[in-house]
């Protein structure tokens, strides 16, 4: 599993003109599966991400987590997350999870986050979104359960 986590002062996505998501200040998660991922990969990767101490503090440090702050999250997926690039202009996504799957695992996500926090929005799976934000810092990170020890 793949996220890209942006801190964000507001974010939106939407679908068909509609505004299908929209948050203030927290994150937003572009959420990409793989094949082989699991509920456990994704339980662990939300834990991770909720408890992350990004948000400064009173002395300027990233010190506070998204629960210290009263944040909120919008998660959007994008199976863009694993293009292949190496050849060609063209990029591959043969990693990318299968649709059933790579939509499970999106809904898992989403519920998973409600158990940190209060507000969670999200965009609509496999839908053409616009998604627009205002990019916190910018504080911008990539998280790969690939990379994680915790897994």
Same mark, same amino acid.
């Not at 440090?61 to 199976?79: C, H, M, P, R, Y």
């Not at 986050?113 to 616009?130: I, T």
């Given at each position: ?65 998204? #629960? +210290? ?9 994008? *199976? &863009? !997350?694993?293009? =292949? ?41 496999? #839908? +053409? ?9 910018? *504080? &911008? !990170?990539?998280? =790969? ?7």
């Amino acid at each position: 599993m793949r996220v890209v986590l942006q801190r964000v002062s507001e974010a939106k996505v939407q679908v068909d003109g509609e505004t299908a998501g929209e948050i203030g200040k927290g994150f937003l998660l572009l959420v990409g599966a793989e094949e082989g991922d699991t509920r456990q990969i994704a339980d662990k990767m939300v834990d991770k991400i909720c408890k992350l101490r990004i948000f400064q503090d009173g002395n300027g440090k990233t010190n506070l987590s998204l #629960a +210290d702050v009263g944040g909120e999250i919008l998660v959007v997926s994008q *199976f &863009t !997350l694993y293009a =292949d690039c190496r050849k060609g202009n063209r990029p591959s996504f043969i990693r990318a999870g299968a649709p059933d799957m790579a939509n499970s695992l999106y809904e898992h996500v989403i519920e998973r986050c409600r158990l940190y926090v209060e507000k969670v929005e999200h965009g609509v799976f496999g #839908a +053409d979104m616009k998604v627009s934000l205002i990019n916190d810092g910018p *504080f &911008t !990170l990539v998280l =790969d359960s690939q990379e994680m020890k915790f897994l």
